[in-house]
């Protein structure tokens, strides 16, 4: 039986990874981190896709002061770096007490995204609880204009939205 080899210190990131630190509770993009990867990709054109799903994200209504409850499900396809996970949850844990409408948090989201790793492309998805019976669920989307096919991507996918039809629970319940 193979038994996992340990890393030694010098082959971790070096983000915050396993570190403690005081995490505020207001909008903090510092929180971001990313993690250089050597991506292996054996065939031309070939590319990975990562999947971050927030389950409970919350957030507060900026006219109410109430909370508002969301899934959130980030798509990408990096070039070299990844969101650093614990980062991202302390990061998505920094809007619990900040204000602002379900559409503004998305895109902020994949701006600061964007800034922090620099992918290829990136989708954010918002699927936001109903309030007052209307569930808002927002789309953002962002490629590398740079990139060919990465704005055609972007395209498409934009052309082809339903609500829902790229979050992970879709994704997950589509492949059972």
């Avoid at 995204?113 to 927002?138: H, K, L, M, N």
Wanted: aromatic content about 12%.
């Amino acid at each position: 039986m193979s038994q996992s080899q340990e890393r030694n210190e010098d082959q971790l990131p070096s983000a915050t990874l396993g570190t403690r630190r005081e995490t505020p509770f207001t909008y903090t993009p510092s929180l971001l981190e990313s993690i250089t990867i050597d991506i292996k990709r054996p065939f031309a054109g070939q590319h990975s896709w990562v999947t971050n799903n927030c389950l409970r994200f919350t957030a507060l209504c900026p006219v109410t002061g109430q909370p508002d409850w969301a899934d959130i499900c980030i798509n990408y396809i990096p070039k070299q770096h990844l969101v650093e996970s614990k980062s991202l949850k302390e990061y998505l844990g920094s809007f619990r007490m900040h204000g602002d409408f379900h559409e503004d948090v998305c895109r902020i989201f994949c701006e600061d995204i964007v800034e922090c790793i620099q992918p290829t492309y990136i989708e954010v998805i918002g699927q936001f609880d109903s309030r007052g019976s209307i569930a808002i669920w927002p789309y953002v989307q962002w490629a590398d204009p740079s990139s060919a096919w990465a704005v055609e991507l972007q395209r498409e996918r934009c052309l082809h939205y339903a609500p829902g039809k790229y979050s992970a629970q879709q994704s997950y319940t589509r492949s059972i």
